[in-house]
């Protein structure tokens, strides 16, 4: 389904930049080819793709789900949440995703495993949901909210595409609630955007779009961690990185991935799971 409506400028930069040849590139090297690409959870010396695929098993056993669950996973990327949730539980996966670089791979990988018939992927913005009313179980998304320029439109359509006593799950960067403005700037400037959300404001949201809140965990520690570890990664194989793509953007990366272990050492940022769901009334 196709809109006429013109799209926020943030919605534009966003599928311009995960179409790129340079950004898809480094994501298939900082990962090492692994079809997650959200931030894990560790616990010891765990690889990066270890680390993700826990934040996916994390988040599915807080959710009653099953073989008859209707999931939509907002900015699914590569699509490694709707495969675990499609093969290891049966459920049925829409994947809504702006990159077409990305929805390419993660088709591929859907025929590879026989997951065609269970998850369908389709190219969109979550400002704009290409779905009927009230159709899903859950709405999951990770890392993603970010992206949106203006949650509170994100959250009207959640809410809005879900049944009644339909769960809504995700996970994202925020800043703290005492983070200075000017600490964001670099941060921000690595992934294009123009400020980051926070767990106060995500709840006051969703009181306000008529949720209830189900449970928030908070686990910022494991944002340090993460982009920490993606940024040994890019020191050991920078000459691979600089083949892939380039030494600017390379060098932009490295540098902005500096800034957000900065900024998550000294507590300007935080992460974790935040869950809410549908009233049934």
Not at 60 to 71: C, H, I, Q, R, Y
Not at 198 to 209: E, K
Not at 219 to 224: D, I, V
Not at 226 to 247: I, P, S, T, V
């Amino acid at each position: 389904m196709k809109s006429n409506i013109q799209q926020p400028a943030i919605v534009s930069r966003t599928r311009d930049y995960y179409n790129s040849d340079a950004v898809l590139s480094f994501q298939r090297l900082i990962y090492d080819g692994s079809d997650h690409c959200s931030i894990g959870l560790y616990d010891g010396g765990e690889s990066i793709h270890q680390a993700m695929y826990r934040t996916v098993e994390k988040m599915a056993s807080l959710l009653p789900l099953d073989e008859s669950s209707a999931v939509l996973d907002l900015g699914a990327g590569y699509g490694g949440a709707a495969r675990y949730l499609a093969g290891t539980i049966g459920c049925r996966v829409d994947c809504l995703n702006l990159s077409e670089g990305q929805n390419r791979r993660n088709r591929k990988r859907n025929k590879e495993q026989d997951l065609e018939s269970r998850i369908c992927v389709i190219e969109g913005s979550f400002e704009e949901i290409p779905a009927e009313d009230g159709c899903y179980d859950v709405v999951w998304s990770q890392d993603a909210l970010l992206f949106s320029s203006d949650p509170a439109v994100v959250f009207r359509e959640v809410v809005r595409v879900l049944k009644k006593g339909g769960h809504f799950i995700f996970t994202d960067p925020m800043k703290s609630d005492d983070c200075p403005d000017e600490a964001l700037g670099p941060i921000l400037a690595r992934i294009h955007l123009d400020s980051l959300s926070s767990f106060s404001a995500y709840r006051h949201i969703a009181r306000a779009t008529g949720f209830e809140e189900v449970e928030i965990i908070g686990l910022t520690t494991q944002l340090t961690r993460h982009y920490r570890r993606l940024l040994e990664r890019m020191n050991q194989d920078y000459d691979a990185f600089l083949a892939a793509c380039g030494k600017d953007y390379t060098d932009h990366q490295r540098h902005g991935l500096e800034h957000w272990v900065a900024a998550g050492e000294k507590g300007y940022l935080d992460w974790g799971i935040l869950h809410f769901r549908k009233p049934v009334g």
